[in-house]
């Protein structure tokens, strides 16, 4: 409610377009708001969740365990073209097939790519 609350009386019910204003509603970190600014206003960033930080490590694309971190690194490897929907393919990924506890690597494409099961080098 409180979120509501904010949007109407300072934002003339409109969500705002910028990170900073973003952030400082109540329950949006940098990840929703990431979300917001690559889904509603078509911004390059990539929004970095649990999925999305398991699965970049188990692939090489990052070594950091700080998502600020993993989001430049993905920012930095990750053509431009695919930036809106990068965050939604690795997030699906890891919900189905890089599970945390059981990953499914038999069924993975990816699997020679990866640092977990036969290729276990993390």
Not at 21 to 49: C, H, M, Q, T, Y
Not at 53 to 58: A, D, E, G, M
Not at 64 to 85: A, G, M, T
Request: charge should be positive; aromatic fraction near 6%; charged fraction near 25%.
């Amino acid at each position: 409610m409180g979120l509501s609350e904010i949007l109407i009386s300072q934002y003339d019910s409109k969500i705002p377009m910028a990170r900073d204003d973003l952030e400082k509603l109540p329950g949006i970190g940098r990840k929703s708001a990431n979300v917001i600014l690559n889904s509603l206003f078509g911004e390059d960033v990539i929004a970095v969740d649990t999925h999305v930080l398991r699965v970049s490590k188990r692939l090489g694309l990052t070594k950091s365990d700080n998502r600020l971190q993993v989001e430049q690194d993905l920012l930095k490897i990750i053509p431009k073209k695919f930036y809106k929907n990068a965050s939604d393919w690795l997030v699906l990924h890891g919900r189905y097939i890089c599970r945390a506890n059981s990953p499914r690597c038999s069924e993975c494409f990816l699997r020679n790519l990866c640092f977990v099961g036969d290729n276990a080098m993390i």
